[in-house]
């Protein structure tokens, strides 16, 4: 217990240490993501995507292909919390800081972070 608790403060201690640096490994890809989902909600739904822009017409019915924005959308942000996560533990675990802003998938083993992150 104790040793998971040290693993859980180093964790937090690098996030708010290095707060420049969670910003370059996130901040890219969550950007990418948002505007990911927005876009496709406009394409599919044909509505900008918020808090209160989906509502049931007057008959309850939600909006067509509601359910397939919502998985796509799902699936979108599934893999960027894998990429981040990637990156995160590569950054906490073995000082690896990205060269640009954009981070890299080369040679990483983004699938295993990918069924971790799906299992989770």
């Given at each position: 217990?104790r ?11 690098q ?17 990418l993501a ?5 876009v496709l909600g406009?394409?599919?739904i ?25 998985m796509l959308?799902f699936v ?21 800081t ?7 998938l ?15």
């Amino acid at each position: 217990m104790r040793q998971a608790f040290n693993i859980f403060s180093y964790g937090i201690k690098q996030l708010f240490g290095n707060f420049g640096a969670a910003l370059r490994l996130t901040g890219f890809i969550w950007i990418l993501a948002s505007l990911l989902v927005y876009v496709l909600g406009f394409v599919l739904i044909g509505l900008p995507i918020g808090a209160m822009a989906l509502r049931p017409d007057a008959e309850g019915q939600m909006p067509n292909l509601s359910a397939t924005f919502t998985m796509l959308s799902f699936v979108i942000n599934l893999l960027a919390i894998s990429w981040i996560s990637m990156r995160w533990c590569r950054f906490c675990l073995g000082a690896d800081t990205p060269s640009s802003a954009v981070p890299s998938l080369k040679g990483a083993p983004f699938g295993g972070y990918l069924i971790t992150t799906i299992l989770v």
